[in-house]
Each structure stands twice: as C-alpha cells, then as structure tokens.
C-alpha cells in the first residue's frame, strides 16, 4: 500500500476511537503554557528583507502585550500594523498568536467557534508568502501547531492530530532545507521530546507516519538552541522560548529536581533575574520549578509578587497554583484563591480539582458538612480532562473521605516541609494496624517518600516496597507511583536490570488515579534505560 494511503487510512481509524485523545493528554494541561511561549519563537527579531516576513513596531508591540494578555492593546498595535503593511504576512500572524492564547486561557466556547471561522484567511495568507524564505514554513509550521494545540483543547481529538501533522512536515522539511537556521532546532526539540513520549502501544502511528525523535535528542537540541541563543544578541526571543520550554519538560519528564533548580537559578544568576516582579509566563514557569522542588514559601512569594497590568486578563491558572501553594501550608487563605478560580466562568480544567482541595481544608477544619457538600457539587462541575480532575471526580464517585492525618501529611510534603511531614506520621505509628488496607498503603508511601526526599534511600526503598505488596491491586495510585520511584532510585544507583523492573511494573499496574502521568514518565525511564546493562 502507498505510504500516502496508509496515512489516510490510520487517519479513518484514529476518527472513531480514542487513541488520538490518549497521545495528545499525554502532558495536559501544562502543554498551555508550553505552546504561548511556542509561539513567541516568531516573535521580535529582525529577520528577513522580504515584507512579507518584516516585524515592525507595532507587531514587535503587539507580540510584547500579548505575552502579558494585554490582549486588547496587542489587537490594537497588529491593526494598525495591517493598515500600513498590506502585503505583510506577519501581522495575520500574530492576530492568530494572540487569539491562540487568549483561547487557551479562557477556554471559552463560543469565541472558539467564532475563531475558527477565521483559520482559512488566515492560513491562506500565510500560504502566499515568500517560499524562499526560512520564515515560509516556520510560520505556517506554528499556526498548524497552534491550532492543533487549539482543537485539542476544545477536544477537537481528530482535528488536532491532523493539525500537529502538518506542522510536524512543515517543521521537518524546513530544518532539512535549512540546517543552520536557530529557531528550527529549538522548534524540533520540543516535538521531538513529544514524539519521544508516545506511549509504546502507538508506536505503529509514529513509525507509519515517519515521526522520528526521542526525549534525550529534544532535549540536546533545545540545549544547543539556548546556549546559541544567549551568544547572540539578536536571538533574545528564542531565548526566553527556549528557557521556558527546557524549564517545562526538566519537571514534566522527570529529568530530575536537581537539573531543574540548578538550570533556573544558573540563567537567573547570568541575566541577573530576581524571583520578584516577573512576568506572567515566567512567574508560572519559575513558580512551578519551585513547587517541583519543594519551595513552596518561594512560590507564594513569586505568585504574589509578578507583574501585573490594569488592562491584563487575568492568568487565570495562577490562581490555582496560588491555592495549592497556600493549601501546602495548611493555611486558610487557600480558600481564597480556590474560590477566584472557580469564579472564571468559561474555564472547566481544575474546576473538580479546586472543589476538591476546598473541601480538603474544611475536612481540616473538621467541618465535615462543608466537605459533604463541597464534593457533590464535584460531581457536576467541570470536566474530566486532566489527572487533577479525573481524581477528585473518582473520589466524590467513590464517597472516599481521606484520612485527616494522612492529608496533612501529604500536603505538608508537597510543599516541601519534610520534618513536618514525617513528625506528623512518625507520632501516629501505633495507629497505623487499625487503618484500612488503602490508608496503611497510603501511609506507606507517603512514608517512603519523604525519606526519598530526604536521602535515607535505605528507608525509602523498605516503605516503598510496603506499599507496592499492600496495594499493588488496589486503584489508587500509591503503589504504581512508589514503583516509579523506586524505578528511579535504582536507576540512579546504575542498578538498570532493577530499574526496568519497577517501570514495567508500575505501568502494568490496574490503577486509575493520575494514571497518564504516572505511566508516562514510568514510560520516559524505560526508553532511558533499555540499552542500558
């Protein structure tokens, strides 16, 4: 059969199911901010003679105010951009580029079926640009992408996966043509990275369809696009792309706590960045390092002391991450920032995640009728997309009522208060045999993670088997997640017969909380270890 048949073929097939649904949740919702700072790869240089391909004031503007959601002022500057520079393709651009981010941040409906409306003058336009240039497909390869990103977020599945094909060719062909041009390389890493987390069970799409890429090749090559970039100073703007992108897949594909904080603070420290007073993309892409990284005082403090504007849309996620950062202290004001969340009319991700953690702090508060009411309401909020939300709609289906104690203790961790942590849970050992078989294998696990954190590996690794034979069965995701990170514990200890073990093992286990998150990076530590003995 023809390559261009076969293609077509799995496209037929993929319509019908929920495989292009699967590839694509891969990394959910963090993929937002991931594609914004995506797009500004096109953003302020000085890049070619062609008009077609110039960046004047106001589109050099408009970019600047978007990347801050002053979306209104940036429609403004790309107006009169197009008033004066009719034959530009640049400012049709950014008009996309702008509503690509306000639609992911709003995740309104109707002005998603209102845009789409505008996608076929838009593309057309971009079509009738100078093929000679490295800007043709560059720029036709991110609107694809942009709009693929775009449908699925609006769960356009099939849509989407033809989208991200364009792109992918556009973006391929380009650097092929091109091998020296520096945006390309930064552009392939990041797909790169994305093709080289596609879990095993698809791998016949991506072999049939031609991707080719893994994690660590994405990685290198975002590296080099950085470090080219910060050489020259006309490269500003990939750049700042590029340090969010490696900021983004250092915590989401687990290339480890230590890269991520010390690739931070080294590229604060050569710019000479505070944490304070930063923009809205870094301020999430900085306070996530730290929440990665178990400084939760410093999220708070970077959080609440970015940059904001009379005439921004509110970041509307960073409201959320404030709440959780609040919520790691223990502290009431959490409920705060969970309500402003849950105020924004048109988002529904982490709305049941908000509810959830709302009614959390009042179970804490020992008001046990507010948690009633609280996770009912769950149940008819929001939607299931994301792991956040999957779990706390199966935990109002269930009636599960965690266990106060064990609660405290995970929050406390996740903010990176271990002695805390482990005095709360080491106090209250002798109550540990009247527990439920899930709460002795939560405790357990969270047991073995603090020691994890701690570096008493000995300890870590004896809680962590604990929990895995207590609760290998079970569908929580305890014992899949201390698999995982016994995985990587062994892993580092170049013990990679053990490490294979133990990421086989956590993905062949039947749980359902966080599962696309937990089987991906199990999945990620597979590919980096298989050649290894």
């Known amino acids: 059969m023809h390559l261009l048949n076969i293609r077509r073929c799995i496209f037929l097939i993929v319509a019908d199911n929920s495989i292009i649904k699967d590839l694509f949740m891969i990394r959910h919702y963090s993929l937002f901010l991931l594609i914004i700072i995506f797009s500004i790869i096109l953003s302020i240089s000085k890049i070619s003679a062609q008009n077609q391909y110039f960046f004047d004031i106001y589109t050099t503007r408009a970019l600047e105010l978007a990347s801050e959601f002053r979306f209104e002022k940036a429609r403004e500057q790309v107006n009169i951009s197009k008033s004066l520079n009719s034959k530009a393709n640049i400012p049709i651009w950014v008009e996309n580029y702008i509503d690509f981010i306000y639609l992911l941040n709003s995740e309104d409906d109707k002005q998603y079926q209102n845009l789409k409306n ?196 509110e970041f509307t996620f960073l409201d959320y991450l404030l709440a959780n950062a609040y919520q790691n202290k223990l502290s009431d004001s959490c409920l705060i920032y969970y309500d402003k969340y849950l105020s924004y009319p048109t988002v529904k991700n982490f709305k049941k995640s908000s509810l959830q953690r709302k009614a959390w702090q009042y179970l804490i508060k020992e008001d046990r009728e507010e948690y009633y009411l609280l996770m009912k309401q769950v149940l008819k909020t929001g939607q299931e997309e994301v792991d956040a939300d999957k779990q706390a709609h199966f935990a109002a289906t269930k009636g599960i009522i965690p266990n106060v104690l064990l609660l405290k203790s995970r929050l406390l961790f996740d903010g990176g208060y271990y002695n805390q942590a482990l005095n709360l849970l080491l106090e209250n050992k002798d109550k540990l045999n009247t527990l439920p078989i899930i709460e002795q294998t939560e405790y357990h696990y969270r047991l073995g993670r603090i020691y994890d954190e701690t570096h008493n590996l000995v300890m870590a690794k004896l809680e962590y088997h604990k929990a895995i034979e207590l609760g290998k069965a079970l569908p929580q995701y305890y014992a899949a997640n201390a698999s995982l990170m016994m995985a990587m514990i062994y892993e580092k200890q170049h013990q990679y017969p053990l490490a294979r073990h133990h990421y086989k093992m956590c993905m062949d286990m039947p749980f359902e909380e966080y599962r696309n998150s937990i089987t991906q990076k199990a999945k990620i530590g597979m590919e980096r270890t298989k050649k290894m003995k």
């Open 118 to 313: 505008s996608k076929k003058i838009r593309l057309k336009w971009l079509e009738s640009g100078d093929q000679n240039s490295p800007y043709y497909r560059y720029c036709l390869g991110h609107f694809h992408f942009q709009w693929a990103i775009i449908h699925l977020k609006f769960k356009d599945y099939y849509t989407a996966f033809k989208e991200a094909n364009t792109a992918y060719r556009l973006l391929e062909k380009n650097y092929r043509l091109y091998p020296q041009f520096p945006p390309s390389l930064s552009a392939l890493g990041v797909l790169h990275v994305f093709v080289g987390s596609v879990p095993d069970q698809y791998n016949w799409i991506k072999n049939l369809l031609g991707y080719k890429g893994t994690v660590e090749q994405g990685l290198s090559e975002l590296e080099t696009a950085l470090e080219e970039s910060m050489q020259n100073n006309d490269l500003f703007w990939l750049e700042k792309e590029t340090v969010f992108y490696l900021s983004f897949i250092y915590i989401n594909l687990d290339k480890g706590k230590e890269k991520s904080l010390s690739f931070r603070n080294k590229y604060l420290s050569q710019k000479d960045i505070e944490l304070e007073k930063l923009d809205p993309i870094q301020a999430f892409a900085f306070s996530k390092v730290s929440l990665f990284t178990g400084r939760n005082d410093e999220v708070i403090r970077i959080l609440r002391s970015r940059k904001f504007y009379p005439d921004q849309t």
